[in-house]
Structure formats: structure tokens, C-alpha cells
């Protein structure tokens, strides 16, 4: 299920972008999306779990929408950013956000719905990417974009998720770095030491000796690996920019 969030100020605004996002979704019978409507730009930093498309105004007191964006890029949230703004001028700045792209108000149908088109294709290739995982009681089919890292726990690899559910394999009979092999061949997944492999999307800084995820916790890590992974880290992040 997609996740989507709406930030304006403005109640009516609001309201026209929730029930465009409603009728745009009947269309879509194979699409199921949570849309959750925010009125100012800290209630979105607050949500507990990130979201997979964000619909943003752009002038809102207290925090721009530019500076929301930019909140969410340096916390390490990847997902999509459409800007709503009343004057084209602000198309330059919202690529600074690395936003998906901007809308003209007033908000319509003809020119939101060909946008959202556009993003389906990105969220299908998302959630689509898994690994097959066999513990001790079945076989898990888990999505790449919901492992936060992995890591080897008791000759096995433990799996935890952006839901905050862990998932333990069943024990090796192999290497670790051979178990984990599916996930650094995704350009999103780096090895840390021998232990742990992380997904950069989850990464919002990276320590002398840990990281910081996006979901609040610190992971420690071996300090002579947090150099080549803030090093991971900053090519990934520059080579996602350089594809808008």
C-alpha cells in the first residue's frame, strides 16, 4: 500500500488535493494508497513513518515547503515530491529538494493525474525488487525498500525491517557476505564491516562510528568502516540527484 501525504495551509486547497488524490485512485482499482492530509510542514517531519509520495505547498508559514523537502533529503527520505505552488518561479528551488516535479495552482485533474501516471512506474519497480528469505517456520518474500540492514546474529542473518519487525533466517551454512550477495547487487545495499549490510535509502548521517537511520536509531558500527560507508553514501546520494 502507498503512502501519501499532503501538506497545505490552506484548509480548502487541502480538502481540492485529497479529493483529486481520492478520484485519481478510483481509477486505479490495482492501486491502494493511505492518503494523510497534514496542515503545516512539522506535523509531516512528526509522522512516525515515512512516506512514498509527498504532495507539497510550497509557501507555508512557520517552514517553506522547499524547507520541508529539504528536511526530509538530509534525514535520508527518498520519497517522491510533487510541489504545488501559485507562480512557476519557484521550479528552480524545488529541485534543490530533488523534487519529482512541480503543479501550478489551482490544483487540477488534467495536470495532476498525467504526474501521478508518470510515478506509478517508479513505486511498481520499489516494491516489486524482493528477496526470498526461509526461517525456521516458512519462506518470506521481503521487499528490498522495507530491509533497513542486515545483519549476521547467531550464525544467521537478521533481517530488520522499516516496520520495525526483525526476520531471522535460517542458520548458514555459508558466509555471510555469500548470503547477503542478492542484496549488494541492488546499488542501494553496502557491505559495513562483516557484519552488517545497510540501505542507504534508510541512512540519514553517517557517525565515526555508526550511522544514523532514518527511522531515529543508531546503528555502531566498526570505525574503520563508517569512513568507506559515508563515502557509499555520498556517491549514492550524489548519483540519485544527478538522474533528475
Known sequence: MLRIAICDDNADELRTATALLEEYLQTKPAVTAHIVP????QDVLNAASPFDLY????????????ELGLQLRQRGDAGLIVYLTNSAEFAVESYQARA???LLKPLQKDSLF????MALPHFRQRSNAHIVVKNHESVLRLPLHQIVYAE??????????TDEQVVDSVSLRGAFQTATAPLLAEPEFVRCGASFVLNLEHVSAVKKDGAVLKNGHYLQLPKKACGLLRAAWLDYWLA?????
Do not use: Q, W
Request: proline share 5%; glycine share 6%; charged share 20%.
Open 38 to 41: 497534514f496542515c503545516s510542514a
Open 55 to 66: 504532495l507539497l505547498d510550497v509557501l507555508m508559514p512557520g517552514m517553506t515547503g522547499i
Open 100 to 102: 519529482f516535479h512541480y
Open 114 to 117: 498525467p504526474i501521478l501516471d
Open 152 to 161: 549476521l546474529y547467531n550464525r544467521a542473518v537478521r533481517y530488520h525491517l
Open 240 to 244: 540519485e540527484e544527478s538522474k533528475l
